[in-house]
């Protein structure tokens, strides 16, 4: 019997530093494969058909196209992404901002350890 294909994700945000520790964090699971790392908004809407992501974890704040602006976009590319929208602050204004925009969740960067088990619930819907 042959293991499920990785759960598939893209990791979208301004900061090295986070996108790093993320990907250190998903790197312990065999289940979840990082397929792309990118810095803002038209960098990951060129790489979106390319690494094919099932999950995205999308920055809210960013320079230039910020998370709410991108996500809408990168599901105009690819219908069937879960998009996991990434804040400092989480409050009701964000998460609404985040639904509206077409995100699944909404999570606390202080709160990244639980990445995992989100990654797999979203890719699960």
Do not use: N
């Not at 990118?38 to 920055?59: C, F, H, I, K, T």
Request: net charge negative.
């Amino acid at each position: 019997m042959t293991a499920p294909e990785p759960v598939r994700v893209m990791v979208i945000d301004d900061q090295a530093d986070v996108r790093f520790l993320i990907g250190i964090i998903l790197e312990e699971h065999p289940d979840i494969e990082v397929v792309a790392d990118v810095d803002g908004g038209e960098a990951a809407l060129a790489m979106v058909a390319e690494s094919a992501p099932d999950v995205v974890l999308l920055d809210a704040r960013m320079p230039g196209m910020d998370g709410f602006e991108l996500a809408p976009r990168l599901l105009e590319r690819a219908p069937s992404l879960r998009i996991a929208m990434l804040t400092s602050v989480v409050d009701e204004v964000i998460e609404q901002r985040a639904a509206a925009a077409g995100a699944e969740a909404c999570v606390s960067k202080e709160d990244i350890e639980h990445l995992p088990e989100l990654v797999r619930q979203l890719a699960a819907r």
